[in-house]
């Protein structure tokens, strides 16, 4: 009868087996370049904005995260931190588990949650349904972008969430994070990922 080390040895070479075999599937430079969005606060969204051909491409981010979803998830544990899939908006994120980055992506998650909702306040209030924001030949025009520049109140409430510059400022902070793409001069529209956060703002706030 074979002993029960012998076997244990056995399977931990095959999980070793595997666990390289999945590396290898992977070049450096291209997990690399994963980590580097998730470093930046970005989300890791499905298509992204091609600015050179006007249309929404493939992500090849993406798609590596989503083939090999149980690798980069066990990685990232490893790092401290959760990869998170949101299916319905088809997107990736990073959680944080130390307080400290709590605390600063609390702070983040505020100042996207104050602007995505004076986004949708302006759009909703011009009669306009919620989910044009997310089609790049509509969302935001550079009129809309004049008046949420040149509405006092809206600046105030930015510059509350410690956008100094007020809409200006705070559309960057989008941009930055895949939240929203520009489409053009004076034109931007929501990702898939700024998208979904704005509607589920807007449940929550049915809700309350």
Same mark, same amino acid.
């Given at each position: 009868?074979?002993?029960?080390?012998? $076997? @244990?040895?056995? !399977?931990?070479? #095959?999980?070793?087996? &595997?666990?390289?075999?999945? =590396?290898?599937?992977?070049?450096?430079?291209?997990?690399?370049?994963? *980590?580097?969005?998730?470093?930046?606060?970005?989300?890791?969204?499905?298509?992204?904005?091609?600015?050179?051909?006007?249309?929404?491409?493939?992500?090849?981010? +993406?798609?590596?995260? %989503?083939?090999?979803?149980? &690798? =980069?998830?066990?990685? %990232?544990?490893?790092?401290?931190?959760?990869? #998170?899939?949101?299916? @319905?908006?088809?997107? =990736?994120?990073?959680?944080?588990?130390?307080?400290?980055?709590?605390?600063?992506?609390?702070?983040? $998650?505020?100042?996207?949650?104050?602007?995505?909702?004076?986004?949708?306040? *302006?759009?909703?209030?011009?009669?306009?349904?919620?989910? *044009?924001?997310?089609?790049?030949? $509509?969302?935001?025009?550079?009129?809309?972008?004049?008046?949420? #520049?040149?509405?006092?109140? +809206?600046?105030?409430?930015?510059?509350?969430?410690?956008? !100094?510059?007020?809409?200006?400022?705070?559309?960057? %902070?989008?941009?930055?994070? &895949?939240?929203?793409?520009?489409?053009? @001069?004076?034109?931007?529209?929501?990702?898939?990922?700024?998208? %979904?956060?704005?509607?589920?703002? #807007?449940?929550? *706030?049915?809700?309350?």
């Amino acid at each position: 009868m074979p002993d029960f080390s012998d $076997a @244990t040895d056995v !399977e931990t070479s #095959v999980d070793s087996a &595997h666990t390289s075999s999945r =590396f290898e599937q992977i070049l450096p430079a291209h997990s690399a370049a994963i *980590y580097r969005e998730f470093q930046a606060g970005r989300v890791i969204v499905r298509d992204l904005w091609d600015s050179n051909h006007s249309e929404l491409r493939a992500n090849p981010l +993406y798609n590596l995260l %989503y083939n090999h979803l149980s &690798h =980069f998830r066990t990685f %990232y544990e490893h790092l401290g931190s959760e990869l #998170v899939f949101n299916e @319905t908006g088809a997107f =990736f994120f990073l959680k944080e588990s130390s307080d400290d980055e709590n605390e600063e992506h609390d702070e983040n $998650a505020f100042r996207v949650q104050v602007t995505l909702l004076l986004i949708g306040r *302006y759009f909703a209030r011009s009669g306009r349904d919620l989910e *044009y924001l997310g089609r790049p030949d $509509a969302g935001l025009n550079e009129q809309d972008l004049s008046a949420l #520049v040149n509405d006092e109140e +809206y600046q105030d409430i930015l510059r509350a969430a410690r956008f !100094e510059k007020g809409f200006t400022e705070a559309l960057e %902070y989008l941009d930055k994070r &895949h939240l929203v793409f520009r489409s053009g @001069t004076g034109r931007c529209f929501l990702s898939s990922a700024g998208l %979904y956060f704005l509607q589920e703002l #807007v449940r929550e *706030y049915e809700k309350g």
